[in-house]
């Protein structure tokens, strides 16, 4: 039988190569030739703003709130926000740092500082979304209604939505 949170099961798996690809360019970092290491920080913090941070938008607005009435402790999700603080906060940072190697030469501090954002990045959001699939999810297909899952994953997609929409205008 299906999960009742295989939608966001699917869009996790839908994002996972992505977040697979902040291991590849980290990876590539002092290695690769810069042009290569520019394009595939730029793809990253793309991926990042017009994908992932919405996603996490979503799940603050729609799903957080969900999960905490059903634990009886609106607090019970306070890591899990903590966790979109850090990766907006890294992501930041990965903006300012693919600026400032748009020159052609990567100084080795840039490399450092490009190789450690690349490889938390990849860290946190890997085991955020595991802690999500793991505890939160089967939590939820256990005591959510269908109609309430659908009510659910409907305020999600707009919620991630806006995020996107409001990233477009800034």
């Known amino acids: 039988m299906t999960p009742i949170t295989q939608p966001l099961r699917d869009e996790h798996r839908h994002l996972l190569p992505h977040v697979e690809h902040l291991r590849v360019a980290a990876d590539a970092v002092g290695d690769a030739p810069a042009d290569v290491v520019q394009q595939r920080a730029e793809e990253s913090y793309e991926f990042l703003t017009q994908h992932l941070i919405p996603?996490?938008?979503?799940?603050?607005?729609?799903?957080?709130?969900?999960?905490?009435?059903?634990?009886?402790?609106?607090?019970?999700?306070?890591?899990?926000?903590?966790?979109?603080?850090?990766?907006?906060?890294?992501?930041?940072?990965?903006?300012?740092?693919?600026?400032?190697?748009?020159?052609?030469?990567?100084?080795?501090?840039?490399?450092?500082?490009?190789?450690?954002?690349?490889?938390?990045?990849?860290?946190?959001?890997?085991?955020?979304?595991?802690?999500?699939?793991?505890?939160?999810?089967?939590?939820?297909?256990?005591?959510?209604?269908?109609?309430?899952?659908?009510?659910l994953f409907e305020r999600m997609g707009h919620a991630a939505d806006e995020a996107k929409q409001q990233r477009t205008l800034t």
């Not at 955020?128 to 939590?139: N, W």
């Open 55 to 151: 996603h996490a938008q979503a799940e603050e607005r729609a799903l957080y709130p969900v999960v905490g009435n059903v634990l009886g402790a609106p607090e019970a999700t306070a890591t899990m926000s903590r966790d979109h603080v850090e990766i907006g906060r890294l992501t930041e940072e990965l903006g300012t740092l693919r600026t400032e190697i748009s020159g052609g030469r990567i100084e080795q501090t840039q490399v450092e500082a490009l190789r450690r954002v690349l490889y938390g990045l990849y860290t946190l959001v890997k085991v955020h979304f595991a802690k999500e699939e793991e505890v939160y999810l089967p939590l939820l297909d256990a005591r959510l209604s269908p109609a309430d899952a659908d009510g």
